[in-house]
């Protein structure tokens, strides 16, 4: 309601509601969104130029009639926006001081120094407003009585309070917990799950795993002994074989909700009909080749390569040109769909990729082909050796609790993974530690992935202390 203490904001609101529920309805043209698109642009242009220290240097180049002719065609003109740009210059790429903020966020530099990410009412407005409107039949799918349980990574990250606005919005009650902490605790994170009969978890789905585990040492069945109804998973990759297997532990439907990042905010949401799309009305999206930075072109409507953002919007911190880091693949809708947004596949960090049999392969490959009929699985591990020239991919699986992996899991495997790429397979099952939980924190590849070829990473060692860290509590 703190809208109602500003007209200007309340205005704003009003505005941003009307025009995702007429997007999303398919009220839009498309002259109409690529007008919006065009002109919100540049009003991030002249915003960050003019307000932004970063941006002032980075967009010294464009004069005001430069931008006032701009076009989304004209990006490549605009030098990228990286990682370490955000690291090194910090603060100096806000456009508003953090005074002028609702609250203040950071990543979490668990592998390098953690970056500013204040919001202020701008930010979430646009951004919450957009979950609100996909979400909101998805959780009328599963009923009315919902109490929602949000469980976030850190008290300085934006899962709890986006998440929280957005089910307040949509009339649920929420509660809010954060299992890893000594004061909460899986124990007691468990036990409110039962006692409020919680129907809905957002969380990552290494906690969506872990949360599985505590229960079934505890003697318990998630699928028999709570209310989950469905589960809304963001935060790390969540390949279709992932959701299946969380789906089977819990006895519920587990979508993959979100896809963002703490710097650059809500880039995908999910719809109704269980896939990510784009948000159109508040990002641009480029797609280019990881290696070269050239734009990629559509084949058949389809893109994928590396995104690239630009913000629409003008909040605390917008990013233009932004290097995610990230594979995607992005397809335009289907005639007659729906849904006027474009299909968002997230494919893993570039960086994530490994080679296996002669092959660059991401991280969603790896994980569908091993996941893909992994019946009874509850949690997986990777690690890739060579014998005698020949590389090998061990696959660990531990065993969902109360549902034994069906006799043909191994076999079915080795022929997807053999099938797919020139190695060697393996399946073991055994139990598996916390190591695999630090995805969201760290990385997939640290967290699921040990390739023995090579030296240990920087990052599959901070992935091993926060394991460490974590078991020791």
């Known amino acids: ?21 007429a997007f999303s309805a398919g009220r839009w043209s498309t002259p109409r969104l690529n007008e919006h698109r065009t002109e919100a642009l540049r009003r991030t242009l002249r915003y960050t130029r003019d307000h932004s220290p970063f941006y002032a240097k980075r967009l010294a180049g464009l004069d005001p009639a430069r931008i006032d002719s701009f076009t989304p065609q004209d990006l490549p003109e605009i030098p990228f926006t990286t ?31 953690a970056t500013p990410c204040p919001r202020d009412n701008v930010d979430s407005l646009v951004n919450n407003t957009a979950l609100t409107v996909c979400y909101d039949e998805i959780f009328r799918a599963h009923g009315d009585d919902h109490v929602v349980a949000v469980l976030g990574p850190t008290e300085l990250h934006s899962t709890g309070d986006t998440f929280g606005d957005v089910c307040r919005n949509l009339g649920r009650a929420v509660v809010k917990m954060w299992p890893h902490s000594p004061v909460v605790g899986f124990e007691r994170a468990l036990q409110v799950l039962r006692e409020l009969r919680v129907t809905a978890v957002f969380c990552t789905p290494g906690m969506a795993l872990s949360l599985a585990k505590e229960a079934a040492a505890a003697g318990l069945d998630p699928a028999r002994d709570f209310a989950v109804r469905f589960l809304m998973l963001t935060g ?11 789906g089977e532990v819990w006895g519920a439907d587990a979508y993959n909700c979100l896809y963002a990042s703490q ?20 990002v641009l999206y480029e797609v280019v080749d990881p290696q070269t930075g050239q734009p990629v072109p559509q084949t ?16 605390s911190k917008p990013l233009v040109r932004y290097r995610t880091g990230d594979l995607v693949r992005l ?7 729906r849904y006027p947004s474009q299909l968002l596949l997230p494919l893993g960090r570039a960086r994530d990729r490994v080679e296996l049999g002669g092959e660059l392969v991401s991280a969603y490959e790896l994980e569908e082909a091993v996941l893909a009929e992994a019946t009874g699985c509850a949690d997986y591990a990777l690690t890739i050796d060579t014998e005698d020239g020949v590389d090998v991919l061990t696959v660990a699986l531990e065993q969902a609790p109360g549902r034994p992996l069906a006799g043909s899991v191994a076999e079915r495997i080795r022929d997807a993974v053999q099938s797919r790429w020139r190695c060697r397979t393996r399946v073991t099952y055994e139990q598996l530690g916390a190591i695999t939980t630090t995805g969201a924190m760290v990385s997939w590849k640290a967290a699921r992935l040990h390739d023995r070829r ?13 394991a460490r860290r974590r078991e020791s509590r």
Not at 236 to 246: D, H, K, M, S
């Open 1 to 21: 309601m703190f809208t109602l203490f500003d007209e200007r904001l309340d205005a704003f609101a009003r505005r941003t509601i009307a025009d995702h529920r």
């Open 331 to 337: 397809t335009d809708p289907a005639p007659g769909t």
């Open 300 to 315: 058949s409507g389809s893109r994928q390569g590396e995104l690239v953002v630009t913000h629409l919007y003008q909040g």
């Open 454 to 466: 090579g030296a240990v990473s920087g990052e599959r060692r901070a992935a091993l202390a926060l």
């Open 236 to 246: 790390e990759l969540a390949t279709p074989g992932l959701l299946r297997r969380i």
């Open 83 to 113: 990682k370490d740009d955000l690291r090194e210059h910090t603060f100096d790429l806000l456009c508003r001081p953090v005074s002028e903020a609702w609250v203040f966020y950071e990543t979490t530099g668990t592998t390098g120094p």
């Open 263 to 282: 710097e650059a905010s809500v880039l995908g949401a999910v719809e109704a009909d269980g896939q990510l799309r784009t948000v159109p009305l508040n």
